[in-house]
């Protein structure tokens, strides 16, 4: 591959750790406003439990195979997204089965 410059450039001369931190940053991150709003607004009728629980299914075999090959970027990324995809799925439970809570009003 060439650069706009004539040079040469090889791909795998880029750190696939420094590629993967970066991706794992961004898809780990997109799940912490969903957290926060479930939080804040004490509700999450609009969050669906079977994707929710299909996805950390699926992030837990992730994390299983960043452990069998040893990639950080894969393991890390995938341990903070399940506890994130967990958190929103038990605030989610936990709303459901309780209510959402209500500020007692002022007499």
């Known amino acids: 591959m060439r650069t706009t410059d004539g040079a040469s450039m090889d791909l795998s001369s880029a750190s696939p750790t ?33 994707t929710f629980l299909v996805f950390a299914v699926g992030t837990f075999v992730w994390l299983l195979y960043g452990v069998e090959i040893l990639s950080i970027p894969v393991i ?4 903070v997204t399940l506890g994130l995809a967990l958190t929103i799925l ?3 439970l936990s709303y ?12």
Request: proline share 4%; charged share 20%; glycine share 8%.
């Open 18 to 50: 420094l590629v993967g931190s970066v991706a794992a940053i961004c898809t780990t991150g997109a799940f912490v406003p969903q957290v926060v709003r479930v939080w804040r607004l004490k509700h999450a009728e609009e969050i669906s439990l079977t």
């Open 96 to 107: 459901e089965r309780t209510g959402p809570r209500t500020a007692s009003k002022a007499a």
């Open 90 to 92: 038990g605030l989610k």
């Open 76 to 79: 890390a990324a995938n341990a």
